[in-house]
């Protein structure tokens, strides 16, 4: 049997995701099917202001968080005939006590404080108009909502998640210079208008509370151009991801008592209030609850009218006992109440006064508190979850916290960089898979021998650091200081983010001034680390000293191994390093290889190292020793002038050319660099800064000119 839709239905189900869900905030969204609700840029250099709709189609939309409100403030920009409000419908009675002619004929409802009643939501809406930024509000917009934050709200919405939209009028000459922009939040526990208005009251924030009002219109859509106008800002909107998608405000408890939504009940306490809502003058709400209207006299203004020039200021307003109009037109300036009342056709008999009390705890707004829970799963469901991943495979998790550790000069700072480096690069590390991800190194400890490291890995591996997600913050921040945790974590958001791993080399750098082995400081270091895990999704890899008997793990407090997802442990045994797995909490807990430190000149003054591995294998080649080096000198012969080859050269053309039984480019690699530090182990070449030379009779007396080359 086919079904009948009414309007209504279809709006409601054209809501899409954002209204499949029952469990969060309804919003409601009022639109109307011809005017259109957005402003102008016309072709003479004006702006024409929002048509003025009386009557509205409504949906309501749920919305779970910042990031799915965000979602519908996006879908919204493309859509000039609707917008959202904070009220509530109120029902079918209220909508036709309202506009009995139209409602529910036709289904369209008024805009007004009988029709839709105040409820607790979480989101905020911060309104910015007129603020003068340092920073170019239209090249770069984002950084002058941050200014405004930073500058002119409280601390609590520093770090937290937005979606911000420039407005409609944003970018026009008589607007240079100035942020004129809306804001929006996701509060941790819901607020009602009326309570916003005391918060933004109690705080002195300067802030226009009438966005605060429950039938207020938010503007969303972007602005219309007429043919041949080119909107002159590149991007009116974004989202910001921030520290947490949350933020917690306080209403005053001292006056909870008082926290009445005077909009709400003004039209019991003064009759001009309703009527001027139900009649086709009404505009909107401006601060203090005043109402702007069409001034019944605008024919006799000698200029153009805007939506806030005329108004109503309800009694009760700045102390007055009675209500009073006020028009900023000359012409108006001495009519008086009566004149205003009159021409709108308002008569005392058309509302009773109610002898409602706006102060019994009854009518106080109530905002349900829920008690905060764990939570709990069945087993079904708990096996439900994604498995834990791996950064590295076997190796390497997606955990909160691991660590390197060794001795001084044992080269660990070497090896994190080789493993810092294949991850950002998404290449295998070890014969391992890596999941290609950001990566922040935070160097504390010798920022000027990171510098060298990373350019000799640059020089030896071919490879371009600038074309990868690698960034270096050459600072020691101390993580006993939350502060300066928190620091660490705006500047790794505000760059680029969310991140796959954050090295901090090393530990010792970044609790400075606490004692290692004492709980209460190492705790600290270890909340610092959590907290930025938790913030940026980041495996944090600290990069520390080993204790005096390295079986016991990284020097210092127990309760810091304990707490680590995984740990790996390098010992120097002469030339080279040893690197094992010492703890994994899920995976493979053993494993060992060994690597060795060889020199990259960078220039013929300075010299670092590159971490190379050594293979376990026994059995790579596919030629006895002796026939290994003929087929390896054949290769260098090719190269070679006068018996001389760059070393690099020389690798990358075993890689290509040696017989090794395996097709992997990055197995041929390092087995091409483990065969040439064999042949010059055994002599079979001679190491002259980055050059080879072939060790014959001939060339050994000419090695005296290989300072002499430079790279082919």
């Given at each position: 049997m086919a079904s009948c839709e009414t309007p209504q239905d279809q709006q409601n189900a054209s809501a899409g995701a954002f209204s499949g869900q029952s469990n969060g905030d309804q919003i409601t969204i009022l639109s109307h099917s011809v005017l259109n609700l957005a402003k102008t840029w016309q072709c003479d250099g004006s702006i024409k202001a929002y048509d003025q709709p009386k009557r509205f189609s409504r949906r309501e939309v749920a919305v779970n968080d910042i990031h799915e409100l965000s979602g519908l403030l996006t879908e919204l920009e493309t859509n000039p005939k609707a917008f959202p409000i904070r009220g509530l419908f109120a029902g079918d009675e209220a909508a036709t006590k309202a506009d009995p002619d139209g409602y529910p004929k036709d289904g369209l409802v008024r805009r007004t404080k009988d029709v839709f009643r105040d409820q607790p939501l979480h989101f905020i809406l911060i309104e910015i108009d007129n603020y003068r930024p340092e920073a170019d509000s239209i090249s770069n917009p984002e950084a002058a909502v941050e200014e405004f934050i930073r500058h002119k709200l409280p601390v609590e919405f520093h770090l937290a998640s937005y979606h911000w939209q420039l407005s409609s009028s944003a970018g026009h000459p008589t607007k240079q210079g100035l942020l004129k922009a809306h804001v929006w939040f996701w509060l941790e526990t819901p607020a009602t208008s009326a309570q916003l208005k005391q918060w933004a009251k109690a705080n002195d924030l300067g802030l226009d509370a009438s966005v605060f009002n429950e039938v207020q219109i938010h503007y969303t859509s972007k602005p219309l151009f007429e043919a041949g106008v080119i909107d002159p800002v590149p991007l009116r909107s974004g989202f910001v991801e921030g520290i947490t998608d949350v933020v917690g405000i306080t209403i005053p408890q001292a006056d909870a008592a008082k926290i009445i939504d005077r909009g709400n009940n003004l039209g019991i306490n003064d009759p001009v209030v309703p009527f001027l809502e139900n009649h086709d003058c009404f505009?909107?709400?401006?601060?203090?609850?005043?109402?702007?209207?069409?001034?019944?006299?605008?024919?006799?203004?000698?200029?153009?009218?805007?939506?806030?020039?005329?108004?109503?200021?309800?009694?009760?307003?700045?102390?007055?006992?009675?209500?009073?109009?006020?028009?900023?037109?000359?012409?108006?300036?001495?009519?008086?109440?009566?004149?205003?009342?009159?021409?709108?056709?308002f008569h005392d008999n058309d509302f009773e006064i109610s002898d409602f009390d706006p102060t019994t705890p009854e009518h106080e707004p109530q905002t349900e508190k829920k008690e905060e829970l764990f939570p709990i799963f069945s087993a079904s469901e708990y096996l439900k979850r994604p498995r834990p991943r791996w950064i590295i495979e076997d190796l390497l998790p997606e955990g909160e916290i691991a660590a390197i550790y060794g001795a001084s000069t044992g080269g660990k700072s070497f090896l994190a960089i080789d493993m810092a480096l294949s991850i950002a690069r998404g290449v295998p590390w070890l014969g391992r898979e890596v999941i290609q991800g950001r990566v922040v190194y935070l160097a504390a400890e010798g920022a000027g021998g990171c510098r060298n490291r990373l350019e000799a890995y640059e020089i030896d591996r071919t490879v371009r650091l600038e074309d990868i997600p690698f960034q270096i913050i050459p600072a020691a921040p101390n993580f006993l200081d939350s502060d300066d945790a928190l620091k660490v974590v705006k500047t790794v958001i505000r760059n680029g983010g969310k991140a796959s791993v954050i090295f901090v080399d090393t530990l010792a750098q970044v609790t400075s001034g606490g004692n290692e082995n004492a709980a209460a400081d190492m705790s600290k270091a270890l909340r610092a680390c959590k907290q930025i895990h938790a913030a940026t999704g980041a495996l944090v890899v600290l990069v520390a000293h080993v204790g005096k008997d390295a079986a016991r793990g990284l020097r210092g407090w127990s309760g810091m191994f304990a707490a680590l997802d995984a740990a790996f442990c390098v010992v120097r045994d002469g030339n080279r390093r040893r690197f094992n797995i010492a703890k994994q909490k899920d995976g493979p807990d053993e494993g060992e290889w060994t690597f060795e430190l060889r020199d990259v000149f960078l220039t013929q003054k300075y010299k670092s190292a590159v971490v190379d591995w050594i293979s376990p294998d026994a059995d790579i080649f596919e030629l006895d020793a002796g026939s290994k080096y003929e087929c390896a000198l054949q290769i260098f012969d090719e190269i070679a002038i006068e018996g001389q080859a760059v070393a690099k050269r020389f690798r990358s053309a075993l890689s290509e050319k040696f017989p090794f039984n395996t097709d992997k480019p990055d197995s041929r690699s390092a087995l091409a660099r483990r065969l040439c530090r064999e042949m010059i182990d055994e002599k079979v070449l001679y190491e002259r800064r980055n050059f080879l030379v072939r060790a014959n009779k001939e060339t050994n007396k000419k090695t005296n000119k290989t300072e002499q080359f430079s790279e082919q």
């Open positions: 505009l909107g709400y401006g601060s203090d609850d005043k109402i702007f209207i069409e001034c019944p006299f605008k024919d006799s203004h000698t200029g153009s009218s805007g939506i806030s020039e005329t108004s109503y200021l309800p009694a009760g307003t700045n102390g007055e006992l009675e209500g009073h109009f006020v028009c900023q037109h000359e012409h108006c300036r001495e009519r008086t109440n009566e004149a205003y009342l009159s021409a709108l056709g």
